[in-house]
């Protein structure tokens, strides 16, 4: 169910009249998706769903107990109420306890387009339909996920704040595999705005990576120069970025950790061409202006030139080390540079295009080293051309030193969903050295 | 293969009737909107239908070091109706159950169909399940939801100040628990109640050198179970945090695991995870045929494979079943109504592929007749998809201990607890780190090692296994969030084993600090 503000404002406020704690914090989000899945040309699963969830946090005596439930209805809210003050009550008090906020001056972020937001599963099947076309056109099977989605958040304190966002999202993927099953390609792209999505774009892109006959060629495992699209950049900067813990580098638990104690901020750890940045007001990748727990998102880089220069902190932490409460992003953008991918290329005398990675993990979070493996596009570039499919690999790699590494980066641009939830992210292709390929992989 | 609406009924069902108090949805109100759901259904062409309507009631509590950061209770009501009309699926899902919104349902899962024609392709075919009449409540002792708050918060507390006076600078500890509670109706005539609670107590104790830049973490070896509270307070937390404090202190000065091939074993608190990875995800039919190809991804196993591939050794058989105690995928009956016993099959014999997992309208892709009961949908509100039973290496049937095994290594490591993990898009090329690892020197456990992980690809790697526990050995493990499809669900599964020996495995040291 999407509500509106005024609606969400009304159940808010009932809510906190009637609470008997200390102080009240309301949180609604819900909204509509729609999702269409198809497979070697043909539909699988879809859905559309209407979703609402409220979650009611009772402060009573420096304790906090909060209730989530998705009715709706007086009698629902109200136990749900009573409850959450029960669970304040039994619990031990927060020695770090903060009180709600209270009105807070939120930037406008343009995420919202009523296009976008009354698709349904037709026009989903329109786009998987071009995407399908594509692939019969140049001889491949075609898998993809079409999704569109309107969905709303809104917070009250009894503090007196009142937030309120709401955005729309589209998002489409496909993978094609050639018809010997030995290749595969990817394309995928999410926007806020209907107009921006070019299907058609993403059917040719995913189509023509996997359209080779060629017998892909195996490498030996060992440190290659490598390029790597902006989808694959932007999940190593998110990984890079989600890091970015105030409190775990405080406590020497995180790769922004100053050897002997406190966080490596000020510090240059990155290569001059990496910046890393979020703005609500940014229409390439806009974060929400408000920020977990109510604390507005502020245009900001958290790495500026290879600089770290903010790192995220709760609010319990930032009361306790009194330094600024600054709310984790999810949306961001990685700045780019003026080299096209033709140019890289061009520029490489051996190395490897990596089109999309798949299955990261954290190895050693101190050290930042990330496995994970390349997928669905991953190509042998010799004496600056691509010259053929080369299988893929599995990669252990210290983000640390691949930021640090840039050789060139390309223009950025709006990528599909960034890994960890979602995230509207913009990164560009980028060209980096030492690239750790640990061993071979035969999935295609 | 032509789905009617003609209804199969048997007699009724109770497989624990002692538990059937547990049921706190109004099952007269349910039934009525299932009614109502899947007679709209059939009136407006459907060939088939079925609908999910219930509850889950999740709680989730964590502490940090001296606080109690988050107590939160979480209740989510709905349904989800999924209509095959002209052989094309249509789904609707709500969080509310109401007569309005299900007739609501009715006409936008209709709706959806119609919307999804022009892409079909071949139309969706379905075989005839048998309907049961069933209620099916999880055997348990003390429901988690009845425990208080205090209580629960205290063994927080109590679990973060163990490991900290035992040696860990810092340490988190979470309790989850969850209680799904559903009716599934279809229009063959099923109709199934069925409520299942699990629980999920960990932590993790951390410790930190500064002056030398270095850490170390021990994360907790129980697992996440099919239970009651009785689980929680027998499960020996607080003694295991002042354990993983200690060890996770030795990490920071033991010594590092030097690259290389070794002969490993591998605890079942850790192989539970290389089980699941390698084995569970691979044979899943769904994926074989490529319906995950652009997300979780497809398989190196063909169908042309099933009865002919050397999956691993002759040790190596691997059971699927529903009916394990204690195990998180246990129900009564999958989401496609099938029941338990339907999803009782080795998916590995003696090391030869023999079945893969099958949800409903999949089977006849491979020539057999009926699923073989391995859906889940991990909401009332999402599309059920192909979702694993538990799924479980068989013990030796020779008797065999860790010492047996241990004898039979000469220079190797023992590897205990899941680390990172990571596998590629067909399940072949993977890496495992765990929490412990210990040297194994002429036969005998030696040293703590740190910074190791193993890398492989599944075929060679279950081909190298050459010993394995017996029944006196297993442990049963598992997870409460095993992600799959778009959009991502998540579902609970368990996986048990012995420990097991593999030969000649390649090991690394994740630092390079060698």
């Known amino acids: 169910m999407f509500l509106t503000s005024d609606d969400a404002k009304t159940i808010a406020g009932k809510i906190i009249a009637r609470s008997n704690a200390d102080a009240c914090v309301v949180k609604i989000d819900g909204g509509e998706d729609y999702s269409l899945r198809f497979a070697r040309g043909g539909a699988t699963t ?42 304040a009550r039994m619990l031990p008090v927060d020695p770090d306890y903060v009180a709600p906020l209270g009105p807070q001056d939120y930037e406008t972020s343009a995420r919202y387009d009523d296009n ?11 786009q998987a339909a071009r995407v399908i076309e594509e692939g019969a056109r ?14 709303f958040e809104a917070l009250a304190t009894s503090a007196g704040l009142f937030a309120y966002d709401r955005r729309s999202e589209i998002d489409l993927s496909a993978t094609a595999r050639n018809k010997s099953d030995r290749w595969s390609g990817w ?76 966080a490596l901020i000020g510090e240059t750890l990155f290569d001059e061409k990496l910046t890393i940045r979020i703005d609500p007001a940014d229409p390439l990748a806009p974060e929400g202006g408000v920020g977990y727990e109510g604390v507005p998102h502020r245009a900001r880089a958290f790495i500026d030139r290879g600089v770290v220069s903010s790192l995220y902190r709760s609010r319990a932490w930032a009361q306790k080390t009194g330094a600024e409460a600054i709310p984790f992003a999810r949306n961001f953008i990685m700045e780019g540079g003026d080299a096209t991918l033709d140019d890289m ?50 990669f252990n790699q210290r983000l640390g030193d691949l930021f640090a590494n840039i050789v060139a980066l390309g223009p950025t641009e709006r990528t599909w969903r960034a890994a960890g939830g979602g995230g509207a992210a913009a990164a560009p292709p980028m060209l980096v050295e030492k690239f750790h390929f640990s061993s071979k992989s035969s999935g295609v | 293969m032509a789905p009617t609406f003609a209804p199969l009924r048997d007699a009724p069902e109770r497989a624990d009737a002692t538990n059937a108090s547990r049921f706190a949805l109004d099952r007269t109100a349910l039934d009525r909107l299932a009614d109502l759901a899947l007679d709209g259904a059939r009136r407006g062409g459907a060939a088939y239908a079925d609908i999910r309507l219930g509850e889950t009631l999740r709680e989730y509590a964590q502490a940090k070091d001296d606080r109690l950061e988050h107590f939160d209770e979480r209740s989510t009501r709905g349904f989800g109706l999924r209509v095959l009309l002209d052989g094309s699926w249509g789904f609707y899902g709500a969080r509310r159950l109401d007569e309005a919104s299900i007739r609501e349902g009715v006409a936008r899962a209709l709706e959806n169909a119609r919307a999804v024609r022009p892409i079909q392709g071949a139309p969706i075919a379905l075989e005839r399940l048998p309907a ?91 697992p996440a179970r099919g239970a009651g509270w009785e689980y929680v307070t027998d499960a020996g937390l607080v003694a295991e945090a002042a354990e993983a404090g200690a060890q996770a202190r030795a990490k920071l000065t033991a010594k590092p695991v030097v690259s290389g091939d070794y002969d490993i074993i591998i605890d079942p608190t850790n192989l539970w995870l290389t089980i699941h990875e390698t084995v569970g995800h691979s044979t899943e039919l769904d994926r074989v045929l490529g319906w995950e190809a652009n997300f979780a991804g497809t398989s190196f196993v063909k169908p042309h494979m099933r009865g002919d591939l050397r999956f691993g050794s002759e040790l190596m058989t691997i059971v699927a079943d529903r009916s394990q105690p204690g195990a998180l ?139 394995l526990g017996d029944a006196s050995t297993y442990h049963l493990d598992g997870t409460f969030t095993c992600g799959k499809a778009e959009p991502v669900q998540v579902a609970p599964v368990s996986h048990g084993s012995p420990p097991a020996r593999f030969r000649n495995v390649r090991v690394l040291n994740t630092t390079g600090d060698e």
């Not at chain 1, 976008?116 to 329109?126: I, P, Q």
């Not at chain 1, 195996?218 to 694959?232: C, K, Q, R």
């Not at chain 2, 859906?375 to 030796?396: C, K, V």
Request: charged residues 25%; negative net charge; glycine residues 8%.
């Open chain 1, 46 to 87: 879809n859905l559309a769903i209407s979703e609402t969830s409220l979650r009611i946090s009772s402060h009573i005596g420096g304790r906090v107990g909060s209730v989530t439930t998705t009715r709706l209805d007086e009698a629902a809210l109200d136990a749900a109420r009573v409850r959450s003050e029960e669970i």
């Open chain 2, 329 to 467: 995928s246990t129900i009564g009956f999958d989401d496609d109504g099938a029941p338990a016993s339907s999803a009782e099959f080795n998916i590995i014999e003696k090391g030869v592929l023999k079945n893969f997992q099958m949800a409903l309208g999949q089977a006849h892709y491979i020539g057999l007749s009926a699923s073989n009961g391995c859906a889940y949908a991990d909401s009332p509100t999402a599309f059920p998809i192909q979702r694993m039973p538990n799924i479980s290496l068989a013990p030796n049937p020779e008797k065999c201990t860790l010492d047996d095994l241990l004898s039979g290594v000469e220079k190797g490591i023992y590897v205990v607890g899941a680390g990172s993990w990571s596998i590629d898009q067909q399940r072949d090329n993977f890496q495992f780190g765990g929490q412990l690892f210990y040297e194994i020197k002429d036969g005998r456990l030696g040293e703590l090692l740190r910074d190791g992980a193993y890398q492989g690809r599944t075929i060679p790697f279950w081909n190298a296994l050459d010993g």
């Open chain 1, 345 to 394: 290329v061009r520029s490489v005398k051996r190395g490897v295009l990596v089109t999309r990675i798949w299955y990261e993990n954290m190895v050693e979070p101190k050290g930042l080293l990330l496995t994970g493996l390349t997928r669905d596009g991953n190509f042998l570039i010799e004496n600056g051309r691509v010259t053929a499919p080369v299988r893929n690999m599995r």
């Open chain 2, 132 to 222: 049961h009449e069933a209620e099916w409540a999880m055997p348990m002792g003390v429901d988690p939801f009845s425990v208080s708050t205090s209580e629960k918060s205290d063994l927080l507390l109590a679990i973060c100040a163990s490991a900290r006076d035992n040696g860990a600078d810092f340490c988190s500890a979470s309790l989850s628990l969850a209680r799904e509670e559903r009716l599934f109706a279809n229009s063959f005539g099923a109709r199934i109640r069925q409520t299942r609670t699990r629980v999920h107590p960990t932590f993790t104790a951390t410790a930190v050198d500064r002056a030398a830049g270095r850490m170390a973490s021990r994360d907790s070896l129980v």
């Open chain 1, 116 to 126: 976008a937001a009354a698709l349904r599963l037709d026009t989903l099947a329109a």
């Open chain 1, 138 to 151: 140049v001889g491949v099977d075609t898998f993809g996920c079409a999704s569109s989605a309107r969905r």
């Open chain 1, 187 to 262: 394309a995928g792209a999410h926007q806020f705005f209907a107009g921006r999505l070019d299907a058609e774009s993403i059917a040719r892109r995913a189509c023509e990576k996997a359209a080779h006959d060629a017998e892909p060629v195996d490498l030996e495992p060992g440190d290659y120069t490598v390029i790597l699209e902006p989808v694959a950049v932007a999940e190593l900067a998110f990984w890079a970025l989600s890091a970015m813990d105030a409190r775990a580098a405080d406590e020497g638990r995180s790769f922004y950790a100053r050897p002997g104690g406190g």
